[in-house]
């Protein structure tokens, strides 16, 4: 099982982005579902998630004014719409499920992952 983001790319400062995350072989109805990021160098974090089934969400503060993380049941999505892009949040971007609803916001227990997609935002 595998999920798939695409979305991502090449974007000036101060644009926007939309990510999304699909599954086929899992319903994002009984997972909760987070971003992460990874910029070059660094660790790899978690800065949004959403339990679909659940009804609940969190975006990291960080981000929290810029980015924020939405779901579509019917098609089995998750999104992530970033607006007013810094060069900072160049990273690789995944999104990853857990094996049940419960969003953990210290990004443990995430066990499905998708391949990634690079967010590269020029000065």
């Known amino acids: 099982v595998r999920l798939v983001e695409s979305g991502g790319g090449l974007v000036q400062t101060g644009g926007s982005l939309r990510l999304s995350c699909t599954a086929s072989?899992?319903?994002?109805?009984?997972?909760?579902v987070g971003w992460f990021r990874q910029p070059p160098g660094k660790a790899r974090e978690l800065i949004a998630g959403i339990s679909l089934g659940v009804g609940t969400s969190w975006v990291k503060d960080v981000v929290r004014d810029r980015f924020a993380v939405s779901g579509d049941s019917a098609n089995n999505t998750v999104s992530l719409q970033m607006t007013s892009l810094k060069p900072e949040d160049t990273a690789v971007y995944f999104c990853?499920?857990?094996?049940?609803?419960?969003?953990?916001?210290?990004?443990?227990?995430?066990?499905?992952w998708g391949q990634g997609t690079q967010v590269t935002v020029s000065p």
């Open positions: 990853a499920a857990r094996q049940n609803t419960r969003i953990r916001i210290d990004g443990t227990g995430y066990d499905t």
């Open positions: 072989e899992i319903s994002f109805k009984e997972r909760a």
